[in-house]
Nanobody, 111 residues
Framework: VQLVESGGGLVQPGGSLRLSCAAS????????MKWYRQAPGKEREWVAT????????SYADSVKGRFTISRNNAENTVYLQMNSLKPDDTAVYYC?????WGQGTQVTVSS
């Protein structure tokens, strides 16, 4: 199993980023996918989940209305569109499924 995140970077408050997570080594379309994040000095927290078909999504209250999780089962990829970013969104973002984790991608929101 391999999960590879990309798309992180430095963005100003109010800006947007789109994270991607490319998956391989398991039946991607059969499993829900999740995004988590971990800010410096804090525990890892759940951000969003998308069901196996993409038909249902759920979000942490802290990102609801600003972030959108989606997936492309033909390309074994899950996305996290992040809008109206705030400094509190600064963290390493991880995708996860079937008990596996990617290496993470750094998102820094700062002016």
């Amino acid at each position: 199993v391999q999960l590879v995140e990309s798309g992180g970077g430095l963005v100003q408050p109010g800006g947007s980023l789109r994270l991607s997570c490319a998956a391989s080594g398991f039946a991607f379309s059969s499993y829900a996918m999740k995004w988590y994040r971990q800010a410096p000095g804090k525990e890892r927290e759940w951000v969003a989940t998308v069901t196996s078909t993409g038909g249902s999504t759920s979000y942490a209250d802290s990102v609801k209305g600003r972030f959108t999780i989606s997936r492309n089962n033909a390309e074994n990829t899950v996305y996290l569109q992040m809008n109206s970013l705030k400094p509190d969104d600064t963290a390493v973002y991880y995708c996860s499924s079937v008990g596996y984790w990617g290496q993470g991608t750094q998102v820094t929101v700062s002016s």
